[in-house]
């Protein structure tokens, strides 16, 4: 996952900071060969396509690593454990490889931010920051004394990564990470093909259930695919959970605001939530006309009872994981889900509980002449300005040059394989306790290749192969094991197929970053904006506000009075930008 809409404003504590131990015990694992930044790796490539990013061919000098160094590195903990981070046989196998030893820095989860913040604001540095947390600029950061600005050091001591960033077919990864002076300040962790993670689900088995297996959605599709067959579904699952006598149950689940603040389901209305392109025109969905019309819809809905009677409430709600206990007791019809979700996922035999959870695309509101929703979903690109690594003033010139060449191993072919699916037996991965303790003595994967070893194709069912995919370098499209198939299906894939039908040239990149002023302006306006927004949307849902064409009028002059344009003004600058880049 990712992903801000409101700033937050964060309260700084005296807390102790703390080092955690080292990366483990080096004398652990098998002996890897060290491949320097001398050795010329082939780059992982793009997003699956044939080409692979060029070689440096010029003239790398090598960069010693006979001599230990030690590097403590602040790392997020959001949902990792710190044994997880430091048993990591990957890292164990990639510190012994380049003569490292990690000092890591983990903060306890939920207080990243603050340990962040507090950290920038004491001047304690670690020498190497994941900022993936922070709410500063870079080109801030760097101004103040506190990171290096690394494009003077990559062509020679990270040539994988240089060469990576100027391949053409990835010049959208290279307008993220470089800002307009041509300056980069991190290693970043780049995608190769990311995936959609989420989107609005619908439990088909209770279609089947009241049309006897004869669902007949009025666009004559098989999946729901307009706002009519969304009228059908939706008075299904009421009389559905009507008859089942549930004492609170939900067809439909929103966020607490009313709304998608990503713009997914907005879209089949032909808008955005906030800010969203129109052929390279931002636009702000919230007083769009058309979003008239979705709050009709929505108006209706509550009033028949098909949505969830107290979404207003559910303000600790992220809007992927609302109300668990109605979705995963079976209580609820349609929300925004998770591929962790979809099939039988759900289901729990023991208590006779069976779902079939579906994915679904955006309904297009037909009725009010939108015959294509607009292409908008939740993507984060294939990388973002703060991911991967920074590496702070309390660094050394000669230690940062060791950890450019160390990092950037993992941009070549190798590396990134490593980093994303783990060890193979020829890195000795049975030398490593957390692979030997998971049965996984002919370690992850092939050696050389991007398939996994027959036991974890077949046997192992943990979600996650140990790998360290918060380390910089390419996380490739790991293929699927047949332990996450579901009857043989790949729901990561259906779900990635069906949330991206309408593909996101309507969205507007959230890795698109403003100037520390305009940047503090813009959150100033938003937040005033959609505190007003949201109030009002939850009144016209519910009926506590009249909803008509003349009090619509009066909420669209107030949101302009607030400073729509002005934070639309900012937000099409940095875009243009963007583009330029």
């Given at each position: 996952m990712k992903k801000r809409i409101i700033a937050l404003l964060l309260c700084l504590v005296l807390m102790a900071s703390f080092l955690a131990g080292c990366g483990g015990d080096n004398s652990e694992g098998g002996t890897p060969t060290n491949n320097s930044s001398s050795t010329q790796?082939?780059?992982?490539?793009?997003?699956?396509?044939?080409?692979?990013?060029?070689?440096?061919?010029?003239?790398t000098p090598a960069?010693?690593?006979?001599e230990p160094i030690t590097v403590s590195i602040f790392q997020q903990a959001d949902d990792v454990t710190m044994d997880e981070v430091e048993n990591n046989p990957v890292t164990l196998y990639w510190e012994k490889m380049f003569n490292i030893d990690i000092q890591w820095q983990f903060p306890p989860q939920g207080s990243e931010q603050e340990q962040l913040t507090m950290m920038l604001g004491t001047g304690d540095y670690?020498?190497?920051?994941?900022?993936?947390?922070?709410?500063?600029?870079?080109?801030?950061?760097?101004?103040?004394?506190?990171?290096?600005?690394?494009?003077?050091?990559?062509?020679?001591?990270?040539?994988?990564y240089y060469a990576y960033l100027n391949d053409p077919a990835n010049a959208d990864v290279r307008s993220i990470l470089y800002d307009d002076d041509g300056h980069i300040y991190n290693m970043a962790t780049v995608q190769e093909h990311p995936m959609a993670w989420g989107g609005f689900v619908y439990r088909r088995d209770i279609l089947d259930t009241m049309t006897g297996g004869n669902i007949a959605?009025?666009?004559?599709n098989s999946e729901p695919t307009t706002i009519e067959d969304m009228d059908y579904m939706l008075g299904l699952m009421k009389q559905y959970f009507d008859n089942a006598g549930m004492a609170v149950s939900a067809p439909l689940i929103i966020p607490s605001v009313g709304y998608v603040s990503t713009g997914e389901f907005l879209n089949g209305f032909g808008i955005g939530a906030l800010e969203y392109l129109d052929n390279g025109t931002v636009k702000f969905g919230l007083c769009e006309d058309k979003f008239y019309n979705y709050l009709v819809k929505m108006k209706e809905w509550f009033d028949k009872g098909y949505l969830y009677a107290d979404f207003a409430s559910r303000t600790q709600d992220m809007f992927f994981l609302p109300n668990t206990e109605l979705t995963y007791g079976g209580?609820?019809?349609?929300?925004?889900?998770?591929?962790a979700n979809l099939g039988g996922a759900m289901s729990i035999p023991d208590y006779g509980l069976f779902m079939d959870v579906q994915p679904m695309a955006a309904p297009a509101d037909t009725a009010n002449g939108v015959d294509t929703p607009l292409g908008i979903l939740l993507d984060s690109g294939r990388t973002q300005a703060n991911s991967g690594f920074a590496f702070s003033k309390a660094c050394s010139e000669e230690k940062l040059i060791?950890?450019?060449?160390?990092?950037?191993?993992?941009?070549?072919?190798?590396?990134?394989?490593?980093?994303?699916?783990?060890?193979s037996a020829e890195q000795g991965a049975a030398d490593y306790k957390l692979y030997s303790e998971q049965g996984m003595t002919d370690g992850a994967r092939k050696n050389g290749t991007r398939e996994w070893t027959d036991f974890v194709q077949h046997e192992y069912t943990d979600d996650n192969v140990p790998n360290v995919d918060r380390m910089p370098g390419i996380s490739i499209q790991m293929p699927p094991r047949d332990t996450q198939l579901v009857d043989g299906v790949s729901y990561e894939e259906i779900g990635d197929e069906v949330w991206t039908k309408y593909g996101n040239a309507n969205t507007y990149p959230l890795t698109i970053t403003l100037s520390p002023e305009d940047n503090t302006r813009?959150?100033?306006?938003?937040?005033?904006?959609?505190?007003?927004?949201n109030s009002m949307i939850v009144k016209f849902i519910m009926g506590r506000e009249e909803l008509t064409p003349e009090s619509f009028k009066a909420y669209q002059d107030q949101i302009h009075a607030l400073g729509v344009d002005e934070y639309i003004a900012l937000k099409q600058a940095a875009y243009d930008a963007f583009i330029t880049r």
């Open positions: 790796n082939t780059p992982a490539g793009n997003g699956g396509e044939e080409n692979k990013t060029p070689e440096n061919n010029g003239d960069v010693d690593t006979s670690t020498e190497v920051m994941n900022l993936s947390f922070s709410q500063e600029n870079l080109p801030s950061l760097y101004q103040d004394g506190v990171i290096w600005e690394l494009s003077p050091y990559l062509e020679q001591y990270a040539p994988n959605f009025p666009s004559g209580a609820a019809g349609c929300w925004y889900g998770l591929t060791r950890l450019l060449s160390a990092f950037d191993w993992f941009f070549t072919e190798e590396g990134a394989i490593t980093r994303t699916m783990g060890l813009a959150t100033t306006l938003q937040t005033q904006i959609t505190d007003y927004a």
